[in-house]
């Protein structure tokens, strides 16, 4: 067992001081001439991505030297280990840039291609939620030395009929809607980034399908605090997401986000996207 292992719940700690100092350069930046560009990929970016993608990697580097950490400005630069971390400095740039609000800063530790430790930082929204072994959250104070009371969340039990399903502000497709259609959804709330997957967690939402093309980044970090407040994220045939792959360039298939698992078997999702 290394020192990663040793105590998950201290290491998401840690990396919830990371993100929460990067968000604050996301709200220095967040009303600034961004001048955002489009990457080949064809998803936007700011500066804003870099300046924040820069510092937590140099935290992260100075904190567990030699764990490889891919992020998204600069993944293919990195290849996985058995320990690497994922890392989204802005997951929901379209949101930053349109001032929404509802964008996040996501850090995962991976372990053997399944994340172990994770944090999700909304700054804008003041809210942050982390898991080692467990899963909580807590709000963001403004005094910068002040602790953070932490407090445990879980899924809930889905209703019979009236499923809150969260959907996404610009992406969505029709394989995700044939999802969607075979369950009793009573709700849908527009959320955007990797807040689904905590908003899931809380108690808050049910179920969040996505069909369309996501990456590694997007969703490791939203995948395990949600596995941990007794959810589950699933792929087609309810296999688990892993993570790491760099032969598909870091690129997730379609996957469902549950508060309740047993949900699973109503779902038939895509093999792939």
């Known amino acids: ?17 990371i993100a929460i100092e990067a968000g ?16 080949q990929d064809g998803t936007p970016s700011t500066m804003a991505d870099l300046a924040a993608e820069e510092l937590i990697i140099k935290h992260l580097n100075r904190a567990w030297p030699g764990i490889p950490v891919i992020a998204e400005e600069s993944a293919n630069q990195t290849e996985a ?28 530790l991976v372990r053997d291609q399944r994340p172990i430790a994770a944090v999700v930082a909304a700054p804008a929204m003041g809210r942050i939620w982390i898991a080692g072994t467990q899963a909580e ?14 407090r445990p ?6 209703p019979e009929q009236s499923l809150v399903a969260l959907v996404s502000r610009r992406h969505g497709d029709n394989a995700t809607e044939k999802c969607l259609e075979s369950l009793s959804i009573g709700t849908r709330r527009t959320a955007s980034s990797a807040l689904k997957f905590c908003l899931i967690a809380s108690g808050e939402a049910d179920i969040y399908v996505r069909c ?41 298939g379609p996957f469902a986000a549950l508060g309740d698992v047993t949900l699973a078997p109503r ?6 996207c």
């Open 1 to 17: 067992m290394t020192e990663l292992d040793s105590d998950t719940d201290a290491v998401a700690r840690q990396l919830a001081v």
């Open 81 to 108: 280990g058995r320990y690497f971390f994922l890392v989204d400095p802005l997951d929901g740039t379209g949101d930053f840039i349109h001032g929404t609000g509802e964008y996040s800063v996501n850090i995962a």
């Open 212 to 252: 369309g093309p996501t990456m590694e980044w997007d969703t490791a970090a939203g995948d395990h605090i949600l596995s941990c407040a007794g959810g589950r994220v699933i792929g087609p045939g309810g296999t688990k997401l892993t993570y790491g792959h760099r032969d598909r360039n870091y690129r997730n």
């Open 267 to 272: 779902l038939a999702l895509p093999v792939s």
């Open 24 to 39: 604050q350069i996301l709200r220095r930046m967040e009303h600034a001439l961004l001048d955002p560009y489009v990457k």
């Open 137 to 150: 959250t807590g709000t963001v104070p403004d005094a910068p030395d002040a602790e953070i009371d932490w």
């Open 153 to 158: 969340v879980e899924t809930r039990q889905a």
